[in-house]
């Protein structure tokens, strides 16, 4: 139903999840622990698989927030649950007993946590987001709650991985004309003009230059594992109608 990041893990009063597809009661093509409130599966089966992350996180069933995500570089700061979800890319909370998630398929997710200040968040970090300072954002919420960049650990889980990314030319101008050194994440892939994008390594690169102290990286490809997760880009190339969310949250014990 879950992998976890041992560094996270090892934090005393805080409890996460990076939720796999397994475990839930969707069908066909989002069979299992489909979270998206944004797909067209069956909401009563997606709430009900809202539910079940909600009572392995130890929260009550209606405090796993995540925001209505659009690839934005906007985190919100949440002590209650929301009547309307507000349109962001991550969430950071102070307040125990809310689950900060969010939900992703091939997009990174990213928890964080100061287990000294009591402070978590979540961030939906693919390319934009990336880019856009998405992380950066998350940061900077939890420093107004009291957290430090220096005690902050932060977790990268299940997400695309460089051998199943491939990018064409009009991602690799954007990527090198934000900066040079960034052709350090590309690999070719025997496609003219196309390259293999390293998007953890990315995202890892990004958080190192931002000061966070820990980061750990689950290694975990979404693209390669249908059997655990969701993926946008493999549904995209069967030409499935629609893809299941993997949700990651984590919250204040």
């Known amino acids: 139903m879950k992998v976890e990041s041992n560094a996270l893990k090892a934090l005393p009063g805080i409890r996460h999840a990076f939720f796999t597809r397994e475990g839930g009661v ?9 979270g998206g409130t944004g797909s067209r599966d069956d909401q009563e089966r997606v709430a009900e698989n809202r539910a079940r992350m909600a009572a392995a996180l130890g929260v009550p069933d209606g405090h796993l927030l995540t925001a209505w995500q659009v690839h934005s ?14 349109k962001a890319d991550a969430v950071a909370t102070n307040t125990p007993g809310i689950a900060a998630g969010v939900s992703i398929a091939d997009c990174g997710p990213v928890l964080f946590a100061d287990a000294q200040a009591r402070v ?26 009291g957290a430090r ?35 350090r994440f590309l690999v070719p892939s025997g496609r003219t003009d196309h390259a293999r994008f390293d998007l953890p ?21 979404t693209y390669a594992d249908e059997a655990r997760f969701y993926s946008y880009r493999r549904a995209t190339h069967r030409n499935e109608p629609d893809y299941g969310r993997l949700i990651a949250a984590i919250t204040l014990v």
């Not at 969707?26 to 489909?34: H, M, T």
């Not at 693919?126 to 420093?143: C, F, N, P, S």
Request: overall charge negative.
């Open 149 to 183: 960049r220096e005690n902050v650990v932060a977790a990268i889980g299940p997400l695309i991985r460089q051998p199943s990314y491939e990018v064409g030319p009009d991602f690799i101008a954007k990527l090198i004309g934000l900066d040079a050194t960034n052709e």
């Open 73 to 86: 570089p906007d985190c919100v700061v949440v002590s209650t649950p929301w009547a309307e979800r507000p």
């Open 120 to 145: 978590v968040g979540a961030a939906h970090a693919g390319w934009k987001g990336a880019v856009g300072g998405i992380l950066d954002a998350t940061l900077t919420r939890m420093e107004e709650l």
């Open 201 to 221: 390594g990315y995202i890892r690169a990004r958080l190192k230059a931002l000061g966070v102290g820990t980061i750990d990286d689950l290694g975990l490809d």
């Open 26 to 34: 969707s069908e066909g093509i989002y069979a299992g622990l489909n």
